[in-house]
């Protein structure tokens, strides 16, 4: 089992910036991929970011060029680094976390509780 913790979540303008972080722990981090998605109000769940074991990253292109993914090993974290924030980026962000291989969709093994961004117009 992996456990997943969100924190960074707030209310900010537009413009601002926010950083996300994702605590884990329960097994070996460097084991795992690792990614962001989101949930705003009466819409579907949507991939934000990905990064895999070896840092490599992926971003989807709502994101792309405002968002930064990364990754700590020796402190079982993640982070979402936000910039340029849009009233449109206001849902509820959760980490996930499969075993080796990143992909984009959200066949992920294991999803923190979620933070809530709200980014005001």
């Known amino acids: 089992q992996v456990q997943l913790v969100e924190s960074g979540g707030g209310l900010v303008q537009t413009g601002g910036s926010l950083r996300l972080s994702c605590a884990a722990s329960?097994?070996?981090?460097?084991?795992?991929?690792m990614a962001w998605f989101r949930r705003a109000p009466a819409k579907e769940r949507e991939f934000v970011a990905a990064?895999?074991?070896?840092?490599?990253?992926y971003y989807s292109d709502s994101v792309k060029g405002r968002f930064t993914i990364s990754r700590d090993n020796a402190k079982n974290t993640m982070y979402l680094q936000m910039n340029s924030l849009k009233p449109e980026d206001t849902a509820v962000y959760y980490c996930?976390?499969?075993?080796?291989?990143?992909?984009?969709?959200?066949?992920?093994?294991?999803w923190g509780q979620g933070t809530q961004v709200t980014v005001s117009s």
């Open positions: 329960g097994r070996t981090f460097s084991d795992y991929a």
């Open positions: 990064i895999s074991r070896n840092g490599i990253t």
């Open positions: 996930a976390a499969r075993k080796y291989w990143v992909i984009t969709t959200s066949a992920y093994d294991y």
